[in-house]
């Protein structure tokens, strides 16, 4: 007997966390007010590089990984992550072999949830509501593990989660 597909429901859900039925993103301080937000747009990967400059420097989304973040001004976020030469299954359907499933899983992520940007409308906090590696799902990740630095029409995602290497993504603004 054939699962049912959760993909209406995930679909779902990211259509309306896009839509954007909140107003703009506010300040983590919750006076409410609108502020400027540094990170509002969509971003597309352009590096990604795990202990960079350190003796175990790798590359989880390949050597030309793709992706995109997209941060609503309403304080919601998309992101997929993906090393763009992960094979096709073999079969053509939606599950593949232990092997073939086990690259996907270890080469690519999907997550959506709130965020929060400080005062000076740069990155505070975030919350993934649902991600495809199932142990993110509901964490609260902040500065100083978790910040955004832009620059112009780059931004830089630096991840130093308490015993694990340092992550950075590197991305460019989508025109």
Request: charged share 20%.
């Amino acid at each position: 007997m054939r699962r049912p597909s959760r993909t209406g429901v995930t679909l779902s859900a990211l259509l309306v966390l896009t839509a954007g039925a909140a107003g703009p993103a506010t300040s983590a301080a919750g006076e409410g007010r609108p502020v400027r937000n540094a990170l509002a747009g969509t971003w597309r990967m352009v590096s990604a590089v795990s202990d960079p400059g350190g003796p175990a420097e790798r590359r989880p989304y390949g050597a030309n990984p793709d992706g995109m973040v997209t941060f609503n001004e309403n304080g919601t976020f998309v992101e997929v992550f993906q090393n763009p030469a992960i094979p096709p299954f073999a079969s053509g359907e939606r599950v593949g072999t232990p092997e073939e499933n086990a690259a996907v899983v270890g080469r690519s992520l999907g997550q959506f949830g709130t965020y929060e940007v400080d005062r000076k409308g740069e990155y505070s906090s975030n919350v993934i509501i649902g991600s495809t590696w199932p142990n993110r799902n509901g964490q609260r990740w902040q500065t100083p593990v978790l910040r955004f630095i832009r620059k112009g029409d780059q931004l830089t995602e630096v991840l130093q989660a308490p015993g694990l290497p340092r992550l950075e993504i590197r991305f460019v603004r989508v025109p």
